[in-house]
């Protein structure tokens, strides 16, 4: 998991990653604490600032835009409502997450 806390303006960039959003991903572990440096990561999701967000690296970072694949190292994949660590006891709930 990741929290987005930043968006990436690039004027010039690789063909296939244009249209493409760009963002800053703090790296999470399922207790919502940071667990390493921030990173750059596409986003194909548009999640927002502040947004906790599910998100893949390496060959699978690449797999979440059509073929041929960029050279991406991250990207988010998914908005995360909530993540239940124990049966019935949610650790974390998005607002509004039914």
């Known amino acids: 998991m990741g929290r987005i806390i930043g968006t990436i ?3 010039q960039k690789i ?3 244009c249209g ?3 963002v800053v991903l703090e790296p999470l572990n ?3 604490e940071p667990t390493g440096p921030p ?3 596409i ?3 548009a999640a927002g600032v502040g947004d906790t967000v599910f998100w893949v690296g390496s060959l699978e970072a690449a797999q979440a ?3 041929p694949f960029p050279a991406v190292d ?3 994949v998914g908005l995360v409502d909530r993540v239940d660590l124990l049966p019935g006891k949610p650790v974390f709930e998005e607002t509004g997450a039914e």
């Open 43 to 45: 986003d194909v999701v």
């Open 65 to 67: 835009l059509e073929p």
């Open 30 to 32: 399922a207790r919502r």
């Open 39 to 41: 990173i750059a990561a």
């Open 9 to 11: 303006v690039a004027t």
């Open 20 to 22: 493409v959003r760009l």
């Open 74 to 76: 991250a990207s988010v």
């Open 15 to 17: 063909e296939r990653l």
